[in-house]
């Protein structure tokens, strides 16, 4: 079946460090990828999305690229803030009328002053 | 424009007992689904419902239940409450229809279930 695969966290990174998380995703369709972020305490926020190959999704700062050849959906920001600390979660939608989200298993990240 | 709503936030059940959780959609939206967050099993889907159908739904026991009323309001339901059942659970709301999925859905903030 369809599934998503993140890099293992935690991510510890300086303020104004760069940042990827690898996103990477197998899917029999044409899924739609996302990214959403998750701050303690609180539900998940969509950062980013991407509904067909060669787009590029962007949001504060962060961008990510969908590559069919790859099957990856990598997040980037050039440079981050500790305000950026949070979970990042990967997912896709098939599109196939499942209508549900496939997600990865979160990449947390702390970004320090 | 108000989000997601949730209600309750937190919750604290027996074992054995059963709960109802409820979701209000932003305003117009009529695609709700839900989500289990655990840190074992991370996000897995529960079901979604559009226009009070249930569309599709995910590999849970029967114990898990939802309905969608006719405002788009849904509720869960959790029968017979298990100690594995402690979970953040997460309702997100959409527009709906064919492309829901590439919109992409906006996430409440989660009731947090403790089974004791």
């Known amino acids: 079946g369809d599934s998503v695969t993140q890099m293992e966290g935690p991510v510890t990174l300086s303020e104004e460090a760069f940042l990827t998380i690898n996103c990477t995703y197998t899917a029999t369709g044409y899924p739609s990828l996302f990214w959403y972020v998750q701050y303690p305490g609180e539900g998940l926020q969509l950062l980013l999305k991407?509904?067909?190959?060669?787009d590029k999704g962007s949001n504060k700062g962060f961008e990510a690229t969908y590559r069919k050849e790859t099957t990856s959906f990598h997040l980037e920001k050039g440079s981050v803030q500790v305000s950026d600390s949070a979970v990042y979660f990967c997912?896709?939608?098939?599109?196939?009328?499942?209508?549900?989200?496939?997600f990865g298993t979160g990449t947390r990240l702390k970004v320090l002053a | 424009k108000a989000g997601v709503t949730q209600t309750p936030r937190y919750l604290i059940k027996t074992r054995g007992q059963q709960v109802t959780l409820s979701c209000s959609p932003i305003s117009g939206h009529r695609s709700v689904s839900w989500y289990q967050q655990t840190p074992g099993q991370g996000l897995q889907f529960l079901f979604e419902y559009f226009s009070e159908t249930q569309r599709n739904k995910g590999n849970f026991p029967g114990r898990f239940s939802g309905r969608q009323f006719s405002n788009s309001r849904s509720e869960m339901n959790v029968s017979t409450l298990e100690l594995g059942d402690s979970a953040l659970y997460l309702c997100a709301s959409s527009l709906g229809g064919y492309t829901s999925g590439g919109y992409g859905y906006t996430f409440g903030s989660g009731t947090r279930l403790t089974v004791v």
């Open positions: 991407a509904t067909k190959a060669d």
């Open positions: 997912a896709l939608s098939d599109g196939s009328g499942t209508y549900k989200y496939i």
